[in-house]
């Protein structure tokens, strides 16, 4: 594994969610003992999911399971998330899904509402129009399929006639969220639980990622909590390993949409403090004082990059004449995670990671008229104008390296330290009042920030037809 071993990789995380790769666990130990008689030692692994989907908050209605066209970005890979996870016998990995809700509200509501969001995605999945018929069916709370604009809208959104089935137009938009299907047997529980005990389960609000402070909960405006909850609504698919097998009916969670009593059977004795709001705001960590607390699903969850509070860093792009390009295609490397796409129209790109990494690799163009549609370069070279190895976590413990670091972002690059701050120095004077002496010096050293961190570089003339 590439990237961040002891915490897992991510190999996409766009807005709409993350995938990840589970970190490696050490080798699990077996104890056997001899026997006295003709019977034998029964060993058993424990269940490790190896890889996650994480389907955020914006990719359904509010306080509702429908899911909205751009869960398509995330689900889109699934399929190869397991082709590439394949066991030597050809078994791919078997998924379950998990459905969360934020701590605000009622356990018994939220319980239903996370279990249905989990129970809506297992339908696209199977692209079984009965799982969503039952959830248009049976109305919870504010959860009403029946009423929902969005569902009122899908056979116009389609190019449907009105006259179409309901449960033909469901179909028909499962095919746009993921195209190919999977099966009842790709499942952890393999569809054996009429109620799909291990296949998809709710877990009300005992698992946040973000718990908000006491101060949080009394000052912030709802729209404002709301906003600030919204990492913790979401739905999270796991991989678990190949040829794995177990009996749902011994599956410690309750089915996805029973109350949530089998969930509070499963709680670390200290729930109570883990879920109390306290004087700052906290976050869920494997590292110091975790938010989660259901025991199990802290086991499944709790070291998945698919569960982490991502950091977060952006990047502007500019032509070779420093002026910023919005909807410039991309192409971003950074450890196992590779992203394309454009940028947004002030020329950001904004990237999601475990951790921000000292540089990344960016290849990109200038726009072109025609917004043609992206694809994965064969050879990144070829298919971008321009390409740079980006540092973004500065070594500011040592200024002279990082200011190395800032001159090389911004196009002065040398064996010679001096002369590229003199460089510097002399394209800047005027703006800055600086002094082409070569000395890296606080007023030049402030400058490199402002222009590099600040995304604010001299623009250049065009060069003379």
């Not at 424990?46 to 995330?74: M, T």
């Not at 802290?298 to 998945?304: A, E, N, Q």
């Not at 298919?383 to 070594?395: P, R, S, T, Y």
């Not at 590229?420 to 600086?434: C, I």
Request: glycine letters at 6%.
């Amino acid at each position: 594994m590439a990237a961040h071993d002891e915490e897992g990789a991510i190999i996409e995380a766009p807005d709409e969610g993350i995938i990840g790769e589970h970190p490696r666990r050490r080798q699990q130990p077996f104890f056997a003992s001899t026997a006295t008689a003709a019977t034998f030692n029964v060993l058993g692994f424990d269940l490790e999911p190896i890889a996650c989907l994480h389907l955020g908050d914006i990719l359904f209605d509010f306080d509702s399971s429908f899911v909205l066209p751009s869960a398509a970005r995330i689900l889109a890979g699934l399929a190869g998330l397991r082709e590439k996870r394949r066991n030597k016998a050809g078994e791919l990995p078997p998924i379950s899904v998990f459905g969360h809700a934020d701590p605000v509200g009622d356990i018994e509501y939220n319980k239903q509402l996370s279990g249905r969001r989990a129970k809506a995605i297992y339908g696209v999945l199977l692209h079984d129009a009965d799982v969503w018929e039952s959830l248009y069916n049976s109305p919870h709370g504010g959860d009403n399929w029946q009423t929902n604009a969005s569902v009122k809208g899908l056979r116009a959104s389609l190019g449907l006639p009105s006259t179409a089935a309901r449960k033909d137009v469901f179909r028909a938009y499962m095919k746009t969220l993921i195209p190919a299907p999977v099966t009842k047997a790709d499942f952890l529980g393999k569809g054996a639980d009429k109620d799909g005990k291990a296949d998809f389960q709710g877990c009300s609000k005992f698992n946040p990622l973000v718990l908000l402070s006491t101060e949080d909960n009394k000052t912030l405006t709802t729209a404002q909590r709301n906003a600030a909850n919204m990492l913790n609504r979401r739905v999270v698919i796991y991989l678990f390993r190949p040829g794995i097998k177990l009996t749902p009916s011994l599956w410690p969670c309750p089915a996805a949409l029973a109350p949530s009593a089998g969930c509070k059977k499963r709680l670390f004795l200290d729930a109570t403090k883990r879920m109390t709001p306290g004087s700052e705001r906290r976050e869920h960590t494997r590292a110091s004082d975790t938010t989660f607390a259901c025991r199990f699903y802290d086991r499944i969850g709790g070291p998945s990059p698919c569960e982490r509070v991502l950091k977060i860093y952006r990047i502007r792009l500019f032509d070779s004449l420093a002026n910023p390009l919005p909807a410039a295609p991309f192409f971003l490397i950074s450890g196992n995670m590779k992203l394309l796409g454009r940028t947004k129209s002030d020329a950001f790109v904004t990237i999601r990671d475990l951790k921000v990494p000292t540089s990344v690799t960016v290849f990109w163009s200038k726009p072109k008229p025609d917004d043609t549609p992206l694809s994965p370069p064969p050879k990144e070279t070829d298919k971008f104008e321009f390409v740079l190895e980006i540092f973004v976590d500065f070594d500011d413990e040592s200024e002279t390296k990082a200011a190395e670091q800032r001159l090389h972002n911004i196009g002065f690059v040398g064996a010679v330290l001096a002369d590229r701050v003199r460089a510097f120095q002399t394209e800047y004077k005027d703006r800055f009042g600086l002094t082409p002496t070569g000395v890296l010096d606080p007023k030049t050293k402030a400058a490199l920030k402002t222009v590099n961190d600040d995304c604010d570089p001299l623009v250049k003339p065009a060069p003379a037809k």
